[in-house]
């Protein structure tokens, strides 16, 4: 069978009612009382991840179904160093109309012609994705998808939050941004990029000169501008995350480090940097976006790199 370039959306996961109904409804504490519905934490966090990225709506005409819409969020992976960028605005960079044009032209002939793309034209800093909850990512898929729904009334769409966690970085530091929208297919689930398939490296080789022509001043530096195609959001996070890690490494070498929980969704990773007149830096990480075994590879991830562990009680004193 002739390989595509893209997969069938695989659940992979148990479906939870009271998890949709609460992100149906924008309700966060609901979405967190949930845990306590009786699932193992696993599956808890994989439902949450898979109903925060993915909607389905189904249009009615009468009492008989006229069509089924489903639309999941899409985020690209940009790894950027902000050295080579145009614009000094390294942690909000806006796509030129015509430069989006022509990326969700890629997208579009990637989904099919039974999918539509929509893209935001902002790309989104890591920063701004950790801080935010499932019910912002919810309603941002609100405002890209289908806009009917048969669910209880909704609030208003939200936007994400311009609140950050603060993740500082060295001046000239490589950093993490997404590029994001939404697949929209009637009567089938979108189907999602692949990164193994066949063609896949070709469309991403497209929209990394694209982009690099648009944000950056030598569009010839091979290093400056990194295009990933993971397969679903929770994924993109996942990967967009140990590629930034691999590329702060690779500048600054990482000395030690501490995974230090902050509740029971986030955990903050504590680096310290060898290279670099900043002694530190902490990434935030969230399980909702990684799920459990996501959260345990990208702490192994970090262990793999760094020299060892903080001293914890020396940590406390100082």
Same mark, same amino acid.
């Given at each position: ?6 997969? =069938?959306?695989?659940?992979?996961? @148990?479906?939870? &009612?009271?998890?949709?109904?609460? &992100?149906?409804?924008?309700?966060? $504490? ?9 699932? =193992? ?18 249009? /009615? ?7 089924? $819409?489903?639309?999941?969020? /899409?985020?690209? =992976? ?24 022509? @990326? ?12 539509? @793309? ?56 490589p950093s993490l941004q997404f590029l994001t929208g939404a697949l929209v297919s009637a009567n089938h689930l979108p189907p999602m990029p ?18 690099? /022509?648009? !944000? ?53 990773v504590l680096v310290e940097l060898v290279d670099s007149t900043q002694e530190t830096i902490v990434i935030p990480l969230r399980t909702y976006?990684?799920? @459990?075994?996501? !959260? ?8 793999? &790199?760094?020299?060892?562990? /903080? ?8």
């Amino acid at each position: 069978m002739e390989s595509s370039l893209y997969e =069938p959306f695989d659940i992979g996961y @148990v479906p939870s &009612l009271e998890v949709e109904s609460a &992100l149906a409804n924008l309700d966060s $504490q609901r979405v967190w009382d949930a845990a306590q519905a009786g699932y =193992p934490l696993e599956d808890y966090y994989d439902a949450v991840r898979a109903h925060t990225f993915n909607r389905t709506v189904t249009n /009615f005409r009468g009492n008989a179904v006229a069509a089924v $819409q489903n639309s999941s969020l /899409f985020m690209i =992976p940009l790894i950027i160093d902000p050295e080579q960028l145009a614009s000094d605005a390294a942690t909000e960079i806006s796509i030129a109309p015509r430069t989006s044009e022509r @990326v969700t032209t890629l997208l579009t002939n990637w989904a099919g012609r039974k999918s539509t @793309v929509v893209m935001l034209t902002q790309t989104l800093n890591y920063d701004l994705v950790a801080c935010n909850d499932p019910v912002a990512f919810r309603g941002l898929l609100n405002q890209l998808g289908p806009r009917t729904t048969t669910l209880q009334k909704v609030q208003p769409d939200v936007t994400l939050e311009e609140r950050k966690y603060g993740v500082a970085l060295p001046e000239g530091a490589p950093s993490l941004q997404f590029l994001t929208g939404a697949l929209v297919s009637a009567n089938h689930l979108p189907p999602m990029p692949c990164s193994t398939a066949n063609g896949a490296y070709q469309l991403a080789s497209q929209m990394q000169l694209e982009l690099r /022509f648009a !944000l950056e001043d030598k569009p010839s530096h091979t290093g400056a501008l990194t295009v990933h195609l993971p397969s679903t959001a929770d994924s993109a996070i996942e990967s967009g995350l140990k590629e930034w890690i691999d590329a702060l490494h690779a500048k600054y070498r990482f000395g030690k480090w501490d995974a230090l929980p902050m509740g029971t969704d986030r955990v903050d990773v504590l680096v310290e940097l060898v290279d670099s007149t900043q002694e530190t830096i902490v990434i935030p990480l969230r399980t909702y976006q990684l799920g @459990v075994k996501g !959260l345990e590879r990208t702490l192994q991830h970090v262990g793999s &790199l760094a020299t060892g562990l /903080f001293d914890r009680a020396q940590h406390r004193e100082n």
